[in-house]
């Protein structure tokens, strides 16, 4: 009996994955209206939509951000990357640069859409106290040069801990608490979770659904076959356990964001 209950139970499971994967485009633009403040009139579009994706190091964006960026090339949004270093900790950074340009190319976005900064202050080390105050002034100018209403970044614990990755989201947490981003532009943070939940790939899904999120990024099979493409454009980067992450990772099919609340515009800190 008790075989009996764990088939109708694994079979069910089954069956709400395949049922959130055909709900998932109407509720990623349901989402999108509400953050946009689109009238759910209007069904948002492409235009509606300029995004920047904030990122530490080449391969952050196809190894934590695929999803995202898959679904906002495929409704046609203007997605671009900031990349706050050139991945140069083992020497490499020529390499790596051009790396992440090629992986980009694979998930649709433009070379001419992609800034890779090179500042000694920022070096790619995970023991590095990275600048706030640089940080967040990088951020901001790229915000306000290109009039973004959509930044996407790292949330406090930085998917895996890296210093550099947690350096960013304080940066993007001290702008918006200090009201310097643009009344328009929505902040997110990408939701961290635990190590049981990163590594049981598409089955976490239920649970990324079901948990209270601000955004919810899901792609199928094809799109992961896009982001193992972009993912193995880092030749520099995949040492066998990068084929586990690939295989394993839930961030690979899934992304879930909440806002970073935003204080008072203007506000003057002494």
Known sequence: ??????VLIIFSYLVCVKCIYRRRRWSLVKSLQRLMNVSSDKEISGDDIRALIVTAHPDDECMFFAPTLVRLVELKATVHVLCLSEGNYYNQGALRKQELVNSCTVLGIPESRITIMDHKKLPDDPKAEWSISLVSSAIVKHIRAHSFNMVLTFDGRGVSGHANHTAIHKAVSHLASTGQVPDDC???????????RKYISFLDLPL???LPSSLCFIIGSQGY????????CHRTQLLWFRYLYITFSRYMLINTFRVIPQGPKNLKIY
């Not at 009996?1 to 764990?6: E, G, R």
């Not at 990408?190 to 190590?195: D, E, I, K, M, P």
């Open 186 to 196: 929505c902040l997110l943070s990408l939701v961290t979770v635990g190590l049981l």
């Open 1 to 6: 009996m008790s075989i009996y209950v764990v």
């Open 225 to 232: 076959k896009q982001a193992k493409a972009a993912m193995l």
């Open 208 to 210: 990324s659904w079901l």
